[in-house]
């Protein structure tokens, strides 16, 4: 199975409420990432976590880390019909130095 | 701001052709990567490269090479393509290895 899984695999909210997307991996890591892939497009990078953290914001987005339950969530607050994407995690394995992606969280915005 | 070109959105291929695919990043990266993303298993890494004329097998390298003769270029090769090849084709690339990867925008092969 997939190092980084991603739940729930699809999500619909209105526009304006709160989305939080979480991701559990297996073994330790030296990072944690979330990705945006909007439909048919490459995908863009949005926040790195370093194993040694547990909080980090940028804009809307506030990421989480528990490296005791091995598990991340993301939360885009005040979403916007823009925020209609798939979300990845990637998980850096500690010793491996590649990213290994989960399957990915589809989020709709209703307008 | 990073950019990282693929040669083609669209291709549709025969069954038995040699497919080529192009990637190029314009940040002097080491760093590259190829993977395939299907429905339902997300983002597979095909082969990677961490410097000119290095490759490293991936996790599904199987009917598939590679060729990095220039930093800035990492190709993908399907000696002899077959429809389980069919498949949106995403390049990378990262500064340091473990971190950030900048993506294009991929190329949707379809084989018949």
């Known amino acids: 199975s997939q190092q980084g899984e991603e739940d729930p695999q699809a999500l619909s909210i209105q526009e304006g409420e709160n989305a939080t997307m979480n991701c559990s991996y297996k073994?330790?890591?030296?990072?944690l990432q979330w990705y945006r892939q909007n439909s048919g497009r490459g995908l863009v990078h949005l926040i790195l976590i370093r194993s040694n953290e547990r909080e980090k914001h940028s804009g809307r987005l506030r990421v989480t880390l528990d490296t005791s339950k091995k598990s991340s969530s993301l939360l885009i607050t005040a979403s916007r019909a823009a925020d209609t994407a798939s979300y990845f995690c990637?998980?850096?394995?500690?010793?491996?130095?590649?990213?290994?992606f989960g399957t990915g969280t589809r989020l709709t915005i209703i307008p | 701001d990073v950019k990282v070109t693929q040669s083609s959105r669209y291709l549709v291929k025969r069954t038995g052709e040699k497919v080529f695919l192009e990637c190029v990043q314009d940040?002097?990266?080491?760093?590259m990567f190829w993977y395939r993303q299907d429905p339902g298993l997300g983002l597979r890494l095909i082969y990677f490269?961490?410097?000119?004329?290095?490759?490293e097998k991936g996790d599904i390298p199987e009917g598939y090479s590679v060729s990095r003769e220039k930093k800035e270029r990492f190709s993908l090769i399907l000696e002899s393509a077959s429809t389980n090849q069919t498949s949106m084709y995403l390049c990378?690339?990262?500064?340091?290895?473990?971190?950030?990867?900048?993506f294009g925008p991929g190329t949707r092969l379809t084989v018949l």
């Open positions: 940040m002097d990266h080491e760093n």
């Open positions: 073994t330790s890591i030296n990072n």
């Open positions: 990637a998980t850096d394995l500690r010793g491996n130095e590649k990213l290994t």
């Open positions: 990378a690339s990262s500064l340091f290895r473990g971190n950030t990867q900048y």
């Open positions: 490269s961490y410097d000119v004329k290095m490759k």
